[in-house]
């Protein structure tokens, strides 16, 4: 099993519903947040391109956070979901100098926090809620073991690309162009 | 100058009571988030409660999951209903951030005035707010009749109001919905099509093959099934034209982008209507059988063009032939957007008309993919004594100068409020419900001397919005999800209902509107239109009627019925008689004509930017409505100030930077409160700046977005009346840069 998401660059529109969803459904501490909204311009007016990503942790199959973690607070579950056991960090912050997308913050309360794909959701057969909630559904999520998944689906017949792909993370957001 | 209502920043006024309830609340305000080791609770440990939406107007109805110490941890769609289909956008997953806002009204508050002159508020109970203001009401009635109590009006509450005065014996109301936003296209589609497009719009954008969009920026504006529509859309492959001086979001998304220059796009649409008859590719069938005018209008468009618009509109006539064309191969499955806030350069309801006309050649209106139409569920009224006829109302006050207007006109109520404009009849007091008049209207000096003119001002709000300071008695409402209200019956595709009930009781001294209502009009006599204890005992009478009851609903929240009406689309060569005049679709109006209107569009130039200024152009953002979510802590979290968009050339040669703060002065020498910072972007033309609207808000007890960033309002002294409705014009104003902070003279509200 291999979770995984697909963000459909040519449907977001980047209005940040997925930002809010995972504020309420993870109690995400205000002026933080697990997951964030990047707009890329191109060009020079009126040739332009603008591309909306909607961006979280890349759940890498090659996380040089867990690798790094010197109490193992930061670990692969199941399906390769990075998460972060909070009562074992201790806060020291190596995990987010190695993170290359930038996915980690330093909790208030003293830990390291991050997107868990919505682990609690996803053990019960739902869907993060980032996913549940946008509005033009261009976030896909599912196993990427299972061909009728909706992030194998999404990604079968579309050109995509991964972020940052010479860092070697191995990273599991796949975005569609 | 001094007015006999000062404005009263409430944080600053009234010193000890204010200041106490905000530390007193300060612990319970912050608990919601950040409580140690308080992660995610699954969804089987709350209780979820019916709502819909009132963060803005689409009204989606929704979940409110309460958890076991009684906090509302989310709100979550309802997979049924057909304005979110289960998905909210961020302003209503971020809804409950307005229920927690530690910046709310919390108790009735009254204007005093001290020995020396100054003003403050003071702390009241309902007992004593509410008297107050039953008893302006008689007091008004009595010296110049229930029509000078004027209304303006917004939403769910602002309905509870009207039922107020119009069981007191007022009309005399008016909501910025109208004037300052779609009145024009009301007005336009009525007279071409005999119907209105609505809310949410006919608009089949799921099913189309051409989505057209003129100014008009889903995606930043979160009119959420529209948006959902479109991503469908998209996913079918429909083309997307979209025309803007700007890359918004939508054009982004778009096949083609049409970068027009402002103030022309009439010329644009013309020459369209010019190639779609010149090149006879409009629906003739159609065309023939239901509308009105061919003749007329291919004379009328002879002259016009893409070689004519393109000297006009900058868009090169290939361009604009090639876009008609794109049209023509996907009708009728063709959605030319209506749009919603129309109120550009004045000539507004002629181009909604010739938006309008082109959607007709195109042979769209009542077909697949075009604009279907539409049904709603007719919900019985409660019971109660006729209302009494008032001796005018909001369409005397002015003589009727705006014959084709459909709803009040907020200017007009503002001029009606001023003696010295003279009108026929005048308006002496003000009630104000869901709108926060001093940033939705344009006009500011206009509103203040209106505002200084009334005897009395009562307000009711969730917030210490910047209306609040003009107040003599602020109302403190419950938020929508501590209350009871009107069941939601919008038109759709499917007929249906929506309940909101309250999720938790109201925090604070809080009351809701219709409770509000009814005590002002239990003191006034009025018991028999508000023959209630609960609102609750109301709606479960309606419900009934319906065939549900309230207990059924709150479980469902959403309700479907079978349409009545006939099919969503016309059949094949059906006859079918429009409400105009002559029965069809009148591509030539009837209706204007008659009242000395053009009876088809013609495009008027408007004035362009002085050298050194730029043309505002504003929109929305998104995660925010209007200003009433700028202090809302989860939607501040995703975007805390506006900024003004500037070209990267017009920044070279301002020397402007990346965040660097500006104030703003427009072409008659007023300068915002506050500095804006400069945002350097491709996606604005060199011509024109861009601003998210809703920001630079004036009043201290708003912690959160005080004085972060600008207020375009402000910048929008030079009103283009439309003189068809009335509607206001606001794009016709034009700013420049002042890069250090300016003295105090000619800024607004720096008292």
Redesign the interface.
Known sequence: MRYAMAIDT??C?????C???C?????????Y?RDWIVES?D????S?????RSERCNHCDNSPCVRCCPTGASHIEEGGIVTVT?NKCIGCGACIESCPYDARYSH??GYVDKCTF?L??VQ?G?KPACV???????LHFGDLDDPNSDVSLAIKDRKWKVLAPEAGTDPQLYFLT | MKTRRDFIKISTAGAGAAALSFKAFGSEGFSLFGSKSDGPVSDEDLTPYATYCEVCFWKCAGWAYVDKSGRIRKVIGNQDDPHCNGRLCPRGTGGVGMVYDEDRLKTPLIRETRSDGSQYFREASWEEALDKVANKMKEVKEKHGPEAFGLFNHGTPGAMLEHLLRAYGSESNAEPAFANCRGPRSSAFYSTYGAYVGSPENTDIRDTKCLVLIGSHIGENMHNSQVQEMSEAIDNGATIITVDPRLSTAAAHSQYWLPIKPATDIALIMAWINVLVNEGLYNKEYVEKYTFGLDYLKDHVKTMTPEWAYGITTIEPEMIRRTARAMASAAPAVVVHPGRHVVWYGDDTQRSRALAILAALLGSWGKRGGFYFPEGVSVPKFPHPHYPEPEWTWKDWNDGKFPLATMGITTELLKASIPGYNYKHQVKAWLVAGTNLPLSMPDKPLFKEAAASVEFIAVMDTMPMDITGYADVVLPEATYLERYDAIRSAPNREPNIALRMPAIKPMYDSKPGWWIAKQIGERLGLHDYFNYNDYSEVIDWQLKQLGTSLEEMKKVGVKKYPRKSGPLYLGDGEDFTFNTNTGKIELYSTDFADHGFDPMPKFTKHPEPPQNFYRLIYGRAPMHTFSRTSNNHNLWDLMSENSVWVNPKVADLWQLKKGQEVWLKNQDGHVTSFPVKVRVTERIRWDSVYMVHGFGHNNKKLSRTFGRGASDTEMITNVVVDPIMGGTGMRGNFITFLTEEPALEGKEDKA
């Not at chain 1, 529109?13 to 519903?17: F, H, I, Q, R």
């Open positions: 040519n449907k529109v980047g209005c940040g519903d930002v809010v969803a504020q309420t459904e993870n109690n995400v501490p205000h002026g947040c311009v060009g020079t007016y009126p332009l391109s603008l591309e909306f909070h208030p309360d919505c609690h959701r019960k739902q549940e909630v946008c509005p033009t559904k261009c």
